[in-house]
């Protein structure tokens, strides 16, 4: 089955003054009762509204005076020219280990953790980060012990020792990333962090029209229940239909677990995005890496 192609105040009025943003007195609608006069109470200042930041940390010095200028490793790691990183940190616009860095003079060394307008940059050029379209009747392992063809018969020969984002199984094709990042590796596919994955699955039809409605409330199966983020009808044909499933669970055989239960068992099933990250066209045995700016994104989706 072949998934479809995607790509992500001022002083108050007085009471007789009329500024078309709301009641004279500057409070919120209803704010003060119903039988509060017009113009009577107290108006606040508006606070200004930002991006949820980060848990604040205690302040630390993340100067190494061993390391490289922080706006070299940025212009390394594509962030952008030497001259545009330098004008980000002195905007406020980087942050080192948590502390906003403003100083052109501070060094870091490539192990500290650094955000750019809130994303995640990886400074760490030994980083591996693939995207795997895996085919059917491969197996999930860098070496199966029955000999049947795994992902080492892809990877095998590569230098870096990969670890594989969640499994899929030998009858399921689609999406598989790699990466010799452990930490990021491990928040992707636990279901703590709610990073969503996203099947095509190919059942017999007709699909009912209570069928996602069952989905999202939950299944109930022998290990616990289970309900997905989404659900919606793809295409439908006489007999048959492929519809796509949005979940975070990471249970083994989780969708076609879920679906035979509700009663309709996959035909062919394909994940076709893992978080930001989706397969595109990217051929069945073939791989490629992902840009920066979707290994920022996929951070990002971790909590990273």
């Known amino acids: 089955m072949t998934p479809p192609q995607n790509r992500r105040g ?8 009329s500024s078309g943003r709301g009641p004279a007195s500057g409070g919120r609608p ?12 107290t108006t606040k200042k508006s606070q200004p509204t ?7 940390q205690a302040k630390v010095d993340v100067h190494d005076p061993d ?21 980000m940190i002195t905007e406020g616009r980087v942050e080192v280990d948590g502390q906003v860095v403003t100083e052109l003079g501070v060094r870091i060394n490539a192990e500290q953790v650094v955000h750019v307008d809130g994303v995640r940059v990886t400074l760490d050029e030994t980083r591996v980060y693939l995207a795997f379209n895996k085919p059917l009747n491969v197996v999930t392992s860098m070496n199966d012990d029955l000999g049947r063809i795994d ?54 039809g007709p699909v009912p029209r209570d069928l996602g409605k069952r989905l999202r409330e939950g299944i109930e199966l022998e290990d616990g229940p289970v309900k997905v983020d989404s659900f919606r009808v793809v295409d439908h044909q006489p007999g048959k239909a492929i519809v796509e499933v949005v979940l975070h669970e ?3 055989h989780i969708v076609r677990r879920m679906l035979a239960e509700a009663g309709f068992p996959v035909l062919s099933l394909v ?5 930001p ?7 069945p045995g073939k791989f490629r890496r992902l840009t920066k700016g979707e290994v920022g994104d996929l951070h990002t989706a971790a909590g990273m």
């Open 10 to 17: 001022g002083p108050a009025k007085k009471s007789g003054s």
């Open 30 to 41: 209803g704010a003060g009762g119903a039988g509060r006069a017009r113009g009577v109470g």
């Open 50 to 56: 930002g991006l949820p930041n980060r848990p604040k």
């Open 67 to 87: 390391g490289i200028r922080l706006q070299k490793l940025l212009a390394s790691a594509g962030v952008g020219s030497r001259r545009v990183c330098e004008q």
């Open 151 to 204: 992902i080492g018969d892809y990877f095998g020969d590569r230098k870096e020792r990969l670890f594989h984002v969640g499994r899929l199984d030998s009858d399921t094709e689609g999406l598989l990333l790699l990466t010799n990042d452990g930490d990021l590796a491990h928040r992707l596919q636990h279901p703590k962090y709610g990073v969503l994955k996203t099947y095509l699955a190919q059942i017999r």
């Open 250 to 252: 990471g249970r083994k």
């Open 271 to 275: 994940r076709t995005q893992i978080g």
């Open 277 to 283: 990250i989706r397969l595109g066209d990217t051929k």
